[in-house]
């Protein structure tokens, strides 16, 4: 009965072997202990477990002929698909369905030349130039960032003629969609940073976020005047662009060294991690403060007092919100992660939107920052799920901000002479940063190959140039003034350009100066292993 059984099954449908060309061990070990236990058909169980072996030891080989495996040609051809042409129909079919979805709730919207068709078709273009840039990989080197694949998707988009005449985003759509994004970025800049890591770093981590920013800033500052021609205060709304380092490129690049073992006695990735979030605290600060001055009437004196004032109005709303939301809602409800992840995101975009509505833009991004902050540090332990779900939420608005920041950008508006100039600013004021950078760790207790490898990982420019680089243009277009849009439209030129030429070069950089310039963690790896591996022998040995 049992071998009928068996010849059953085999004609119904394949049996493992002869779908995967292997059976799992755990199966084999599973049968043999069961053979010895039973007192008949020893002969029969004896013939299967052959016949299972023959199938582990001789794996079918490919076709001759083929330069594809047997198994992958049986996934694709196999009634049930798998693997990569599964993925891809997968794939294929949720975009469709998203699609059929919308156009089905919004009519003619949905179609070519819509405003939810653009925004749909920038989103799904941005994410397969993300994952193009993901597959890129080189040994011993970090990954290239996504966001560069996000952002030439959304150049391409813009700059295509065919493409760009039925692609067609409003240009409040656009804003909106940036500025949640924005929001996002701000709320993990507050959640991320970590008091205690303050504390311990103190002078040397202020002096690295402040000093370098500070300098670049002012940098650009006198060179934008000086070559594009730009106003006093959108010379600093552009040296506060240029002056935040990219926590999306540092961050990735100093984890990989930090599980190497790079800097880590002397803690150089948790300075630089530490400081960079201050350093992006600083700049958007600034940048809010100078973009409010920018956009207001009145004498100097009253719009310093202004600048002032959005600054004292963001801390304190931001404040009593972070307060807020520490204790509501209570420790003892369902769901609480994600109940305080709704409150520290929607606060921190109605802080950005309602700051804009209420004639205050410069205190919204202040706001979101010491809410997420003052939230953090009340929630103690517990932030890590908050941050969990907060990264997903940015892993979502990504592909919009890098790619709607890449279709702002128009080759037919761009002159040549600009984007010269542009890279000439960006050039000099890199130089300037990286020589403040290495002052300000001269008298921090590192060897001049550390000094170095700080003021080279300080190059990336990726996150918060294209979160702020538009919101000059967007305000600019509000007020409906030709010479206002030009000068954000210029303040976007550069930002791009950062980001295009500083993510890859500075991935690579902290990559290649890594290993080289960095001490590795002297331990006692050959001898722990050696001794882990008596520890096993001799465990084995003991009887059960």
């Known amino acids: 009965m049992v071998k009928e059984e068996v010849n059953d099954s085999g004609d119904s449908e394949p049996s493992v072997c002869e779908r995967n060309g292997m059976i799992p061990m755990h199966e084999q070990s599973e049968q043999g202990p069961t053979a010895d236990a039973r007192g008949t058909d020893v002969n029969a169980q004896t013939e299967e477990t052959a016949l299972l072996d023959h199938c582990i030891q001789q794996p079918p080989e490919p076709a001759a002929g083929s330069s594809i495996p047997a198994r992958t040609w049986k996934q694709i051809f196999a009634c049930h698909p798998q693997g990569l042409l599964a993925q891809t129909v997968t794939n294929v079919a949720f975009v469709v369905l998203v699609w059929a979805v919308v156009w089905s709730i919004t009519g003619a919207e949905c179609l070519p030349g819509g405003n939810l068709f653009g925004i749909l078709f920038l989103y799904f273009f941005a994410v397969i130039g993300g994952k193009i840039f993901g597959f890129i990989k080189i040994p011993t080197l970090p990954p290239l960032p996504a ?273 010269g100039l542009c890279v000439a600013v960006l050039g000099i004021t890199l130089v300037v940063r990286i020589v403040a950078t290495f002052l300000m760790v001269s008298f921090a207790g590192f060897n001049f190959k550390e000094k170095v490898f700080v003021s080279l990982a300080w190059i990336p420019k990726a996150t918060v140039q294209a979160a702020i680089g538009s919101l000059a243009l967007d305000t600019a277009r509000q007020h409906q003034d030709e010479q206002l849009e030009k000068y954000g439209m210029d303040v976007l030129t550069v930002a791009f350009l950062a980001i295009l030429i500083t993510a890859p070069i500075g991935a690579l950089v902290i990559g290649l100066a890594g290993p080289r310039l960095l001490q590795k963690a002297q331990t006692n790896s050959k001898e722990d292993d050696e001794g882990a591996e008596v520890r096993e022998e001799a465990k084995a040995c003991e009887p059960s």
């Open 147 to 419: 966001l560069l694949g996000m952002l030439l998707a959304g150049f391409l988009i813009r700059n295509t003629p065919f493409i760009s005449d039925f692609v067609q985003i409003k240009l409040r759509w656009s804003a909106a969609l940036r500025n949640i994004a924005l929001s996002i970025i701000l709320t993990r800049a507050g959640l991320g940073l970590d008091p205690k890591a303050l504390k311990k770093l103190k002078a040397v981590c202020l002096r690295l976020a402040f000093g370098p920013c500070i300098s670049e800033t002012g940098t650009a500052a006198v060179l934008a005047f000086l070559f594009l021609h730009l106003p006093w205060q959108w010379g600093f709304i552009l040296g506060f662009v240029l002056g935040a380092v990219s926590p999306a490129v540092v961050v990735p690049s100093m984890l990989i060294l930090q599980a190497g073992g790079y800097g880590v006695e002397k803690g150089v990735p948790t300075l630089l991690m530490a400081a960079g979030s201050i350093d992006d605290i600083l700049a958007i600060t600034g940048f809010n403060t100078c973009l409010g001055m920018a956009f207001s009437s009145g004498s100097t004196l009253y719009n310093v007092l202004r600048g002032v004032l959005e600054v004292a109005i963001g801390i304190a709303a931001g404040g009593v919100l972070g307060m807020f939301i520490r204790y509501f809602p209570s420790n003892d409800q369902a769901s609480l992660a994600w109940k305080r992840s709704y409150f520290v995101l929607g606060l921190s975009m109605f802080a950005v939107f309602g700051s804009i509505y209420f004639g205050f833009p410069g205190s919204g991004g202040l706001c979101t920052l010491v809410l997420a902050f003052v939230a953090g540090v009340g929630w103690s332990d517990e932030k890590r799920e908050i941050e969990k779900i907060v990264a997903v939420a940015w892993n979502i608005f990504e592909p919009f901000l890098f790619g709607l920041i890449g279709a702002e950008v128009s080759v037919t508006s761009l002159r040549p002479e600009t984007v």
